[in-house]
C-alpha cells in the first residue's frame, strides 16, 4: 500500500528536509506503517497547516492534552492553553473536551491552530446521552457519528481504543490490578462491554471504522485501554495482549491505506521501559508508538511532568517516537495554562535528550549541543542564550544574579573553564 499519493510530492520534499532523511526513505518508511504524517483531508489546501512526521528515523515529537472539563469548561482557556503548547514547541494538540459546548471548542481549536489535532470521539459520544448511565446507554451508531462529526471537522487523528475488546477484558478479570483501568476512553468501553455483554463496536466493526477513516484520511491512534495505571501494574498480560491486537489493528488499517499509530504506556518503572517499547514495537510491526508517560513513579503529585519526562526520556531512547505532555497537574486537576507551558516545556527537552541517541536524529540533534558546548567554552552568553532550547528563562536568571567576572556567579573568578582555557591553551 502506497501511502505516499495522500502528500504534494513538494510536502513531502519539505517533511524530509526537516526531519534530515532523504525523501524516498521517508516514502518507504510511510508506506510501511513506520511513519505517519496525520492530516485531515480537509485540510489539504490550507497552506498554513505544518505537516508533523511521527515515527522511525524521525525527530521525537510531542503531544500536548488540552480540553474543557464538566468542572470548568472554557473554550477560549482552552484554545489559549493550546496555543501556548503551541509556542512551546508542542508538535500535535488533542481536545480532550468533556465539558461546556465541545464542537465549539473542537473547532476553534483546529481554527487557531495550525499542527495535527486530535480528539477522542468516544468522549462525546457518551456524553450525547443523558444521566448518570450514559456511558453504557451509548450505542455503536452513536460512537462511529461521533468519529464521523470530527473527522468531518478537520480533525487529524483520533484516539480509537479498538483493541480494548473481550479478550483483553477477559485478561483484566483475571489479573491482580490495583487500579483497573486508568484510561477514560478504555473505561467507557470495558464499562459498555460488561453492561451490554457485547463486543466493542470498534472492534466488532472495525471495517467500517478503516472505510471511514479513508474517507477523510484519518489517521488512526489506536487507544491503549489496559494502560497500566501505577508501577505495581506496569507489565501485566492486559496490557500485552491488547498490544498484540492493536499490532493486527494496524496491519489491517495499512492494507485499508488508513495512516495507524500505537498508545503506550502509562505507569512503567525504568527498568521496564526497554522491554515495554521493544515488545510493543515488535508486535506492531514497528507501527509509530505514542507514549503517555511512561510515569516511572506514583509517588510525585505535583511534579509528575518531571516524573513523566525522566520516562519519555528513556522510552525515547529505546524507540518511543512520540510523548505525550504530562502537566504538573496530573492526577490532581485540570491543568492551567501555565501547567501546560511547564509540561510542555519538560517534555520537549526529554524528546531533544531521546533524539541525541535516536538513529537518523543523532547527528542533527547533536550538532546543536556541541555548537553549545563551544559557546560554554569561550563564556560566550550571548551565543549560549540564542542556542538555548527556552531562552527566556536562561535570561531571567542570569540576568538576576549577574558577575563581576566575565564567567558566572557559580564560580566568578574561579571558573574552571577559564583556569583550563588559560593553563591548558588548546
Ligand atoms: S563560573 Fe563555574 S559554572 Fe560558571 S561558567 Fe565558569 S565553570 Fe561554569
Known sequence: MSFATIWEPSELKRVASTEGVLVEQLQRLLDAGRVVI????KRAGDSEFVLKAVGERM???VNVNVGTSKDYANCAEE???ALVAVRYGADTIMDLSTGGNLDETRRQILKEVTV?????????AALAQVGERAVVDMNSDDMFTAVRKHAEDGIDFVTIHAGTNLVALERLRRSDRILDVVSRGGAFLVAWMLHNEQENPYYAEYDYLLELAKEYELTLSLGDGMRPGCIADASDRAKFIEAITLGEL???ARAAGVQALIEGPGHVPLDE?????KVIKHVTDFAPLYLLGPLVTDIAPGYDHLVSAIGGAVAGMYGADFLCMVSPSEHLALPSVNDIKEGTIVTKIAAHAADLVKTGQREQARARDETMAHARKN???DRQLELALYPEEAQRIRADRPSESDACSICGDLCAIKLLREFLKK
Open 59 to 61: 525527530s521525537t515529537k
Open 379 to 381: 563564556l560566550d552568553w
Open 38 to 41: 496525520p492530516r485531515n483531508a
Open 273 to 277: 521501559i526497554e522491554a515495554s517499547v
Open 79 to 81: 484554545v489559549e492553553k
Open 250 to 252: 494496524a496491519k489491517r
Open 116 to 124: 495535527p489535532v486530535g480528539t477522542v470521539p468516544i468522549y462525546q
